[in-house]
């Protein structure tokens, strides 16, 4: 973390700049300000909280859609004047349902693993906001027992397609695992980075 004695929030005419960034793969994902008290506030909570410019109120990132900007570090610029932090994003952290609020070219690595996390963060969505016509709603409704069903049939379907030669169907049965596991995930309490860790502890074993 900073010593906030240290900003100089004089320069800046009390907002200070703040760039966040993605503390797994380094994507920026917004640009805000903070005022001394959104500062501190972020400090104590680790939660990133700005200074809406116009609301003219301090604004907590996530407050609404629950899509929280956890922070894990801090840094000043040379001249102590813009700040900034890595976080871990709740889901999607643009407003327009993307992971970053700029829209540039990731390579392709990026990309992919950034789509899992933009789907990954719909499945939480529909948790905290269900909508009635929603697949994944309609099937969380039917209880933890039939998601876990439907993850062991899109498995079966998957081995099935795999004896064959058919690229489309076993990549859409692949598709259709990937979702329901993902969902399965969520729908236990944990997220697809719970599940990376364990695998990141074994294999450095």
Same mark, same amino acid.
């Given at each position: 973390?900073?010593?906030? &004695?240290?900003?100089?929030?004089?320069?800046?005419?009390?907002?200070?700049?703040?760039?966040?960034?993605?503390?797994?793969?380094?994507?920026?994902?917004?640009?805000?300000?903070?005022?001394?008290? $959104?500062?501190? =506030? @972020?400090? *104590?909570?680790?939660?990133?909280?700005?200074?809406?410019? @116009?609301? !003219?109120?301090?604004?907590?990132?996530?407050? @609404?859609?629950? &899509?929280?900007?956890?922070?894990?570090?801090?840094?000043?610029?040379?001249? !102590?004047?813009?700040?900034?932090?890595?976080?871990?994003? =709740?889901?999607?952290?643009?407003? #327009?349902?993307?992971?970053?609020?700029?829209?540039? !070219?990731?390579?392709? #690595?990026?990309? #992919?693993?950034?789509?899992?996390?933009?789907?990954?963060?719909?499945? !939480?969505?529909?948790? *905290?906001?269900?909508?009635?016509?929603?697949? @994944?709603? *309609?099937? /969380? $409704?039917?209880?933890?027992?039939?998601?876990?069903?439907?993850?062991?049939?899109? $498995?079966?379907?998957?081995?099935?397609?795999?004896?064959?030669?058919? #690229?489309?169907?076993?990549?859409?049965? $692949?598709?259709?695992?990937?979702?329901?596991?993902?969902?399965?995930?969520?729908?236990?309490?944990?997220? /697809?980075?719970?599940?990376?860790?364990?695998?990141?502890?074994?294999?450095? =074993?």
């Amino acid at each position: 973390m900073i010593d906030i &004695n240290s900003v100089n929030f004089k320069k800046v005419q009390g907002l200070l700049p703040v760039v966040v960034q993605s503390n797994e793969n380094q994507v920026v994902l917004m640009l805000g300000y903070m005022n001394k008290e $959104a500062l501190e =506030k @972020t400090i *104590q909570e680790k939660r990133v909280t700005f200074y809406s410019r @116009t609301k !003219q109120r301090l604004w907590t990132k996530g407050e @609404t859609s629950g &899509n929280f900007l956890e922070v894990v570090n801090m840094y000043l610029d040379c001249d !102590q004047d813009t700040l900034l932090i890595l976080v871990n994003p =709740k889901g999607n952290t643009c407003h #327009k349902g993307r992971p970053s609020c700029f829209n540039y !070219q990731l390579d392709a #690595k990026s990309d #992919k693993q950034l789509f899992l996390e933009e789907l990954e963060a719909v499945i !939480q969505d529909r948790q *905290q906001n269900p909508k009635p016509n929603s697949y @994944t709603n *309609q099937l /969380l $409704a039917r209880g933890i027992n039939k998601v876990a069903q439907k993850v062991g049939e899109e $498995a079966v379907e998957l081995v099935i397609e795999a004896k064959d030669d058919n #690229k489309k169907l076993f990549l859409g049965e $692949a598709a259709d695992l990937m979702y329901h596991y993902l969902l399965l995930i969520n729908a236990k309490g944990y997220a /697809l980075e719970d599940v990376v860790e364990v695998l990141r502890e074994r294999h450095t =074993k």
